[in-house]
């Protein structure tokens, strides 16, 4: 422990998905020594998984689309709850990085006339995503992972970091972390640190998330005294697959619906034309010709309720399988066979045509797929200032999916893969102003590292039956089912109680085998994670009582004026999670006036 | 309508591996860079698994230090790569029920790259070599600050980009598989597949033939085509990446014109893809005078083990 491999930046990145890349590329072209470290192998972060496309209102299919409209549709479909300086930025500067990522070598599909091809996703006005057939997440990540490659940045993969270390004055000065493979602890000290970790999928049984979204840098900043905000906001994607049991979850991209894809119950009804809500009702087409003649003529025609947000289809879906017209594995049909030709659907959705064939044995040019709700993304996250990305915390940022606001209590589909470049590359570009104004190496406290270290290798004298994968097993069941797609406060406090249950129970895991790449143990140290993350989710989650976007109270049904203007804010008090009602930032006048009556 | 859908790893641990064998033996490889040996585990089938699947079942409920890299378990990460029943494959992509129940399922790490535990290997080599390679160089935009390119010319880069870096090619790559002394000279046919791409982009300036050749070694590459076998993205690796390479420096460094170009301009004109076509061989229709050039440099040799290679392009 004593003689712990030590370095010193002046920006540490935590996380190699979009938002930490991004973030590691602009602290080192702004000339701050930069380290990027991340749990896995460079380029296997969840950001490859990302299908659909990046939100970016380029206008090269629909010239009439513009920042404005992009902030409009981003705003309503959060339902009003977004950061709005965050969703105006988005808007504003999403089209610069896509053409950032052009410039890096991103080969996007293309127009016929060889500008960027844009395809139509829930809850935007126009074609807006730029995409590389369903595998635009791995194009960016490439395109940024070949940028911070060639110009040098240092990269320490397979390395968890389990905790922030920090000044007398609070301020972030460094974080204690392990190499996976040795099990060698490793201190970095830095002038600043962005938290780029992504999400919290994990925590649920039924996930697309892959095995690293743990809700890490949620915890590092909460247990380093930093604010969460909007935890309750857990967006369910409403197309997972839901058969062979093993790949239950599984993401099926909502370009599915945007090229032109239906929802079907289990009578062949395309039910989602019955669950239009008031608030959508104006820009939703009511029959079937109408919505249809959409996809080609979308300054006469509105768009089908297929493509209503993410959330208001997840319900829907939801409704549907608990009337008893699911379909029979328990999801409902979505129906792309019948709709395009078995060369277009193999052209526009080729990994989907893969994973079905593969994974289901079902051809998806012939049979529809059958589909129900799954955890994606959490809305919320750490809590930041809009134009730096500064946590409440002194010399900590964050970015992408591990922040929140930005999305509000539900996210468009699209808008993820731009806020990671948007905000990675402002949190990247604050964190270096930071570090580069202050003088010499940071000084991280011995103690310190010696506590964490201390700590994370308690697991292995701890004795007894408990494991960290029984742990893990029940945090799922516990979270599915009681703190899912529908709430109520019953459960919510049943889910509370369960939480404290499980912590101590996680506490006292036994960890067999020695400290090189141990599985069992890199699972009980994510698991601290997961419980706080979870802990702040739920009790967010009861403080909230209406219905909003990604959060659903069966007790609460609707939206309630006394929650319109308020954030949920978590953070730890002498060790105990606590929620509190902020209120949110009000917009300016100028775009207030974008969301009356008319306005589009 | 919720289905008992079993996706919860079964309550009870599975007996150790002297009790009576039930359906299912799994044999995984344990052990680290000092050593080790396969050890059995009997485990229940369950429905629409996959090999990744039954190894977290067996983590989960027999070894829990059981070391394996994984990430998305959709095919899209390529960290769970390995050999199963000696195929390299993606743990996360072989269903159970495509291989033979009768006898034991061998799981071992991938050969060609050091072990660091059970069935994780150290797979840096990768990451030394693409920082070698030199980085995408666009030309100007057009006056409107956009790029345009035609999808046609963007396809073959398209195909190229799909790859999800497994390693598997590397893997299987006789040249490094059983010769480990060649890999301080050797890309290997993912950076073979990076630098078509790259070669290929109608926006690069870059030329990196010359590098290609002499650095990168590309003429080791005998063509064998076990690359693009493993491939589970399915990019044609030897085809459409590594013979249109071998054929671009063969033209540049042998074709008199070329070479009297390069001596007067310094370096030849930066390839557009839709003229590079003839070069390439991209869309496959062979036109020009590069249309014979396969059979040219591909005489293929059999499989029957690992290659000798000589440097330069012998092929």
């Not at chain 1, 988005?90 to 053409?99: G, K, W």
């Not at chain 1, 129906?335 to 079902?362: G, N, V």
């Not at chain 1, 915390?393 to 539900?410: D, P, R, T």
């Not at chain 2, 390693?167 to 597949?193: M, S, T, W």
Request: aromatic letters at 6%; charged letters at 25%.
């Amino acid at each position: 422990m004593t003689d712990s491999e030590r370095y010193n930046f002046d920006v540490v990145v935590i996380g190699a998905g979009g938002a930490g890349l991004r973030a590691a590329i602009e602290a080192r072209e702004m000339g701050a020594r930069t380290a990027l470290v991340c749990k896995s192998l460079l380029g296997k972060a969840h950001t490859v998984m990302a299908e659909g496309g990046i939100a970016a209102a380029l206008g090269s299919v629909w010239p009439e689309d513009n920042w404005e409209v992009h902030f409009r549709d981003t705003m309503r479909g959060g339902k009003m709850l977004n950061n709005w300086r965050m969703a105006q930025i988005h808007a504003l500067e999403s089209p610069d990085r896509v053409l950032e990522l052009e410039e890096w070598g991103a080969l996007f599909d293309r127009t016929p006339d060889g500008r960027i091809l844009q395809r139509d996703f829930g809850g935007h006005r126009y074609a807006r995503l730029a995409h590389v057939g369903d595998r635009t997440g791995l194009e960016m990540i490439r395109a940024l992972q070949h940028r911070a490659v060639s110009i040098g940045i240092d990269v320490f993969m397979e390395c968890k970091i389990v905790r922030l270390l920090q000044d007398d004055a609070g301020a972030v000065n460094g974080a204690v972390g392990f190499w996976r493979e040795t099990g060698r602890f490793v201190t970095f000290g830095a002038k600043a640190i962005v938290l780029a970790t992504g999400g919290l999928g994990k925590a649920w049984k039924f996930t697309t998330n892959s095995w690293e979204c743990t809700g890490d840098g949620m915890a590092l900043a909460l247990w380093a005294g930093a604010d969460l905000i909007d935890m309750e906001a857990i967006q369910f994607h409403p197309t997972g697959m839901v058969w062979p049991p093993s790949a239950r979850g599984l993401l099926v991209t909502e370009g599915v619906r945007g090229d032109g894809g239906v929802l079907k119950n289990r009578d062949g009804e395309r039910f989602m034309f019955n669950y239009i809500s008031p608030f959508f009702a104006a820009e939703t087409a009511e029959t079937i010709e109408e919505g249809d003649q959409w996809y080609t003529n979308k300054k006469d025609f509105r768009r089908p309720p297929e493509l209503l947000p993410r959330d208001e289809v997840a319900r829907a879906i939801n409704s549907e399988v608990k009337a008893g017209r699911g379909s029979p594995h328990g999801g409902v049909f979505l129906d792309i066979a019948s709709r395009r030709t078995p060369e277009e659907i193999r052209r526009l959705l080729p990994s989907m045509y893969h994973q079905f064939k593969e994974l289901a044995d079902i051809d998806i040019t012939t049979t529809p797929m059958e589909v129900g709700p799954t955890c994606h993304y959490a809305m919320g996250g750490v809590r930041v200032e809009a134009d730096t990305e500064a946590t409440t915390v002194a010399g900590l940022y964050a970015a992408g999916e591990a922040a929140g606001g930005m999305h509000g209590s539900n996210r468009l589909g699209g808008n993820s893969l731009s806020d990671l470049v948007v905000f990675g590359r402002r949190a990247g570009l604050a964190a270096a102003e930071r570090a580069l104004e202050i003088p010499g190496a940071p000084e991280v406290s011995k103690t310190q590292v010696a506590d964490v270290t201390r700590h994370a290798t308690s697991y292995f004298a701890n004795e007894g039956t408990e494991d960290a994968y029984a742990v893990h097993r029940d945090l799922q069941e516990t979270m599915q089912a009681l703190v899912g797609i529908i709430r109520i406060e019953s459960e919510l406090l049943e889910a509370k109680e369960k939480l404290a249950v499980l912590a101590e129970r996680a506490s006292k895991c036994a960890v067999e085998g020695n400290l090189q790449f141990n599985p069992g143990w890199h699972l009980a140290l994510d698991l601290e994670s997961m419980l706080a993350v979870s802990n702040c989710t739920t009790l967010s989650a009861i403080e909230r009582r209406e219905s909003r976007g990604g959060h659903t109270r069966d007790d609460y049904p609707g939206f309630r004026p006394e929650f319109e203007n308020v954030n949920m804010i978590a953070r730890l008090v002498d060790g105990d999670y606590v929620v509190a009602q902020e209120p949110k930032p009000q917009m300016p006048d100028e775009l207030a006036r974008l969301f009356e009556e008319g306005a589009h | 309508m919720a289905i008992d859908n079993g996706a919860s790893p079964s309550a009870a641990p599975e007996p150790p591996s002297d009790a009576p064998p039930k359906d299912l033996v799994m044999r995984l490889w344990r052990g680290d860079a000092s050593g080790g040996r396969f050890q059995d585990f009997h485990v229940a089938p369950q429905e629409g698994e996959v090999v990744l699947d039954v190894v977290h079942r067996i983590q989960a409920t027999q070894a829990p230090d059981l070391a394996v890299r994984w990430n998305c378990k959709a095919g899209k990460c390529g960290s769970c790569s390995a050999e199963i029943n000696g195929r390299p494959a993606l743990m996360c992509m072989t269903r159970m029920s495509t291989l033979p129940t009768d006898q034991p399922v061998t799981v071992s790490p991938m050969r060609a790259f050091p072990i660091m535990r059970d069935l994780v290997t150290d797979v840096s080599y990768n990451f030394e070599v693409a920082k070698l390679i030199p980085a995408f160089k666009p030309g100007p935009r057009d006056p409107d600050g956009l790029h345009r390119m035609a999808q046609v010319d963007i396809d073959r880069g398209q195909e190229f980009h799909k790859c999800i870096e497994c390693f598997l090619c590397q893997n299987v790559c006789h040249v490094i598989r059983d010769h480990e002394e060649n890999k301080p000279r050797y890309a290997g046919p993912r950076f073979f597949v990076r630098l078509a791409e790259l070669e290929m982009h109608p926006l690069d300036t870059l030329d990196r033939r010359d590098y290609i050749h002499e650095d990168m070694g590309i003429g080791y590459c005998n063509i064998t085509k076990c690359c693009t076998e493993v491939c589970p993205e399915d990019i044609h690796i030897t085809d459409n990446a590594i013979i249109p390479l071998k054929e671009r420096i063969v033209d540049s460094r042998y074709d008199p014109v070329a070479w009297l170009g390069r001596k007067i301009a310094g370096r030849p004109a930066p390839l557009r893809a839709s003229e590079a076509r003839k070069h390439t061989g991209a869309a496959h229709a062979q036109a020009g005078p590069s249309a014979a050039a396969p059979d040219a440099v591909s005489e293929r040799p059999d499989d029957s083990g690992p290659v000798a290679p000589e440097p330069g392009d012998g092929d």
